[in-house]
């Protein structure tokens, strides 16, 4: 007989029975009834009760055990009778008599349980994650993780892709967040960076020939944690493709994404539906649609601009926005018309909490418009108004004036806020878009100058004739976002390939050629011995588990994840090194000063 186990914890039943069998793991659960001790031994693949009388040799050892020691147990195999089956276990129509116990492991006083699913607080979780890790929702959080990749490297070896590794040392970027920057200590003074991705990398391989590449690629990023962003450290499904059209990276990458939700989407028993369908919306129409280059499609609230409306309007305050430039923007309420005046100025109040002015209503009580704006809009042009909006008797609607950036943040919240009110967002779907013709370049008003508003190595639509004819913000790029339930779960472009192309589009944001040269020299030094036309995008594979997982932050789709300040509170990261080791890399540490 093996030292350590014959089965795991999840595999005997009752073609078992009279088996002598030996288990081991951790002591999950005891519960001491008299005359007989239960205890649930776990291991990574499930539970199997374990019982001995008080008579029983192994009574004395089961009994003084804390929860979570580690043991060994020997014993016979036997049926439980009907009334005591556990059809939640896969184990639960048998029960081990225990006759042996070998302590491997004893357990001190935990500083969290890890029977039950109490919520506990972060700080407790992340440092002693290896104890959080035991619990039977995280435990499942992680092993979904391992099967999503799983799932996704098969697909994309299918798809015709080839996995290789990009380099976890390189140089700093210009662009994007901070980098994380390792010193060197054969060349003093100098630094490498960890990849913010492997951007130029996976360009490079198009370059040097090779035709689909792709890799679950560690992604490193100096920046503020969110929700669906962790500090430090994150992996996406990087991929590109030579040759290509946009077409043909979304017929690619729809199949593995598509696969690997519907493959998943009755995880624990869920019963989540997957629209098979992935909508192109053009950024243009998002923005006005949803108020976000993000939607989620779950929520059919649509926006509408009812600028026009107001011009000339005797409601004088949206009259003033929309002569003065600004926008009026409405957000349908369906079947609000029995809300009261408290609600609606609830909806008010909650606009000036995120910093708005307001947020207007006309409220439909009983089919009649009534409140401030239609009082003063008029009868004729409400009733209007309301008709073009194609709202039902029920049907109320709030409005979001304004700059139009000002006035887009406002709708797209209240629309979000009234999809959650209202129950409208179906929370057992998986709805997907592209958001397309993203515009290459912005209006930057602090340095009042022509920027990239995205990503600069996108191929312009229309190409040179484009950035050499076209007013520079009417310019749209090669670019898209994958999104899923309102969660981005990546960016990507048909590249620039044409240095002459890249030098002029750089050019136009005020970017010489040597600037160029000089901040990404490996990629155009590249292209000019001759690059293929490419394309590909990069999904973030936290967030993927986070949606499939249907949990409301990475940290718990993460094995071993920093805080919101970026610390690892396990291994005491970061943490202060030596002087020897600073004498090395040539650095000194210089306090930053003290405030007051």
Not at 74 to 103: F, Q, S, Y
Not at 396 to 404: D, L, M, N, P, Q
Not at 525 to 539: E, I, L, T, V
Request: charged share 25%; with cysteine; aromatic share 10%.
């Amino acid at each position: 007989m093996h030292d350590y186990r014959t089965h795991n914890c999840s595999e005997l039943r009752k073609s078992d029975v009279g088996d002598t069998v030996r288990l081991s793991g951790w002591v999950h659960r005891k519960r001491d009834h008299g005359d007989l001790v239960f205890v649930d031994l776990r291991d990574n693949f499930g539970i199997t009760q374990v019982v001995t009388e008080v008579s029983g040799p192994a009574f004395e050892t089961l009994e003084s055990l804390r929860s979570e020691s580690v043991i060994t147990v020997t014993g016979e195999v036997v049926a439980r009778t009907d009334d005591l089956v556990n059809p939640k276990l896969d184990t639960g129509e048998i029960e081990v008599i225990a006759t042996h116990v070998e302590v491997q492991s004893a357990a001190e006083e935990l500083p969290m349980p890890v029977f039950g699913e109490a919520d506990y607080p972060e700080d407790i979780r992340l440092r002693y994650r290896y104890l959080d890790l035991r619990r039977e929702s995280m435990h499942a959080n992680i092993l979904l993780r391992s099967e999503v990749i799983s799932s996704i490297r098969k697909r994309m070896i299918d798809q015709g892709f080839t996995e290789f590794q990009t380099p976890i040392l390189t140089a700093s970027s210009p662009e994007g967040a901070r980098d994380y920057l390792v010193p060197s200590r054969v060349h003093p003074g100098k630094f490498y960076a960890l990849p913010q991705a492997p951007q130029m990398f996976k360009q490079l391989i198009m370059v040097a020939g090779f035709d689909r590449y792709f890799q679950i690629a560690p992604c490193f990023r100096d920046e503020d944690a969110r929700a669906d962003r962790s500090p430090g450290e994150f992996y996406q499904l990087d991929f590109e493709m030579s040759f290509v059209t946009q077409d043909d990276v979304f017929d690619a990458i729809e199949p593995v994404l598509r696969g690997v939700f519907e493959e998943f989407a009755d995880w624990q028993g869920k019963g989540r539906t997957v629209d098979p369908d992935f909508v192109r919306i053009p950024f243009a129409e998002a923005m006005l649609k949803y108020g976000s280059d993000k939607p989620d499609l779950r929520n059919p609230i649509e926006i509408s601009d009812v600028s026009e409306h107001f011009k000339g309007s005797d409601f004088g305050l949206f009259a003033k926005i929309v002569e003065g430039g600004g926008v009026v923007r409405a957000i349908p309420a369906p079947n609000t018309g029995d809300k009261g005046r408290r609600w609606f100025d609830a909806m008010n109040e909650w606009a000036r909490g995120e910093g708005f002015a307001g947020l207007g209503y006309i409220n439909r009580k009983e089919g009649a418009p009534s409140g401030p704006i239609a009082n003063n809009h008029g009868e004729e042009k409400t009733a209007k108004l309301l008709a073009e909006l194609g709202l039902g008797d029920a049907d109320s609607v709030f409005f979001a004036a304004g700059k139009e950036a000002e006035a887009i943040r406002l709708a797209g919240g209240a629309r979000t806020r009234l999809g959650q009110e209202l129950g409208l967002i179906d929370e057992n779907a998986f709805k997907f878009c592209w958001i397309v013709d993203f515009p290459m370049y912005e209006y930057d008003e602090e340095q009042k100058k022509i920027d990239f508003s995205h990503n600069p190595f996108s191929m312009p639509q229309g190409g040179m004739e484009a950035l050499e004819t076209k007013d520079p913000l009417d310019i749209l790029a090669w670019q898209y976002d994958i999104v899923c339930n309102g969660v981005e779960l990546s960016s990507g472009a048909i590249r620039n390939h044409r240095p002459d192309i890249m030098y002029k589009a750089f050019e136009i944001a005020g970017y010489s050629q040597a600037d160029v040269d000089e901040n990404f020299s490996g990629m155009i030094n590249a292209f000019k011995y001759g690059a293929p036309p490419h394309g590909g995008s990069a999904p973030g594979i936290d967030r993927i588990v986070m949606l499939l997982a249907g949990e409301p932050n990475l940290r718990e789709v993460v094995l071993f994840p920093m805080n919101q300040r970026a610390e690892d509170l396990m291994m005491g990261a970061p943490s202060e090194v030596s002087l020897k080791q600073l004498r090395e890399l040539n650095i000194r540490v210089v306090e930053p000063p003290k405030e007051g």
